[in-house]
T-cell receptor, first 118, second 110 residues
Framework: GAVVSQHPSRVICKSGTSVKIECRSLDFQATTMFWYRQFPKQSLMLMATSNEGSKATYEQGVEKDKFLINHASLTLSTLTVTSAHPEDSSFYIC??????????????FGQGTRLTVV | GEDVEQSLFLSVREGDSSVINCTYTDSSSTYLYWYKQEPGAGLQLLTYIFSNMDMKQDQRLTVLLNKKDKHLSLRIADTQTGDSAIYFCAESLYGQNFVFGPGTRLSVLP
């Protein structure tokens, strides 16, 4: 149990276009989902925390108009990178928590999305 | 703010034990975790320990926690080539506000 699926795993897009990344909790309800960005050989940087039905909370320095997060249901959160530029190229990872479940102290991670902007 | 530190690299020979160390600063952390990341993949939770525990063992994995020194370690017994990956230490407050370390890249030599 506690599977998080992230899609797509890889995407290449042209500069100026927008890309949507999906994060789904497959067998539990995730009231809270997190979006991270990981630069090569570095740790995860928390970008934002999304709560189902409310606005996401962005970390300092993260542009909310550029990284649009929607958490419309208890099993799906999306991250849209708008007007992507080459510097947005990175590995994006989502994680989800099930606060009501027995494993409520764990965070379950998606497989990650490698975004390359050309 | 909270900070989690790890050494960045570790090399061991196949069959030896690996010990990956981590230090953290937030004394209010309630859970400490070890995650494994293989190339191009997401993070896989290996194990975690509650802050009132000193040790947790799960098959080849042993976690030791020294709460006084805010030091966490992960020991992998009989390290195999499939254990080569990046290992992240993380802390949280009751499953919220995760803070990750920079990751330790474990290389297992034949």
């Amino acid at each position: 149990g506690a599977v998080v699926s992230q899609h797509p795993s890889r995407v290449i897009c042209k500069s100026g276009t927008s890309v949507k990344i999906e994060c789904r909790s497959l067998d539990f309800q995730a009231t809270t989902m997190f979006w991270y960005r990981q630069f090569p050989k570095q740790s995860l940087m928390l970008m934002a925390t999304s709560n189902e039905g409310s606005k996401a909370t962005y970390e300092q320095g993260v542009e909310k108009d550029k990284f649009l997060i929607n958490h419309a249901s208890l099993t799906l959160s999306t991250l849209t990178v708008t007007s992507a530029h080459p510097e947005d190229s990175s590995f994006y990872i989502c994680s989800a928590r099930d606060p009501a479940g027995v494993r409520n102290t764990e965070a379950f991670f998606g497989q990650g999305t490698r975004l390359t902007v050309v | 703010g909270e900070d989690v530190e790890q050494s960045l690299f570790l090399s061991v020979r196949e069959g030896d034990s690996s010990v990956i160390n981590c230090t953290y600063t937030d004394s209010s952390s309630t859970y400490l975790y070890w995650y494994k990341q293989e190339p191009g993949a997401g993070l896989q939770l290996l194990t975690y320990i509650f802050s009132n525990m000193d040790m947790k063992q799960d098959q080849r994995l042993t976690v030791l926690l020294n709460k006084k020194d805010k030091h966490l370690s992960l020991r992998i017994a009989d390290t195999q080539t499939g254990d080569s990956a990046i290992y992240f230490c993380a802390e949280s407050l009751y499953g919220q506000n995760f803070v990750f370390g920079p990751g330790t890249r474990l290389s297992v030599l034949p």
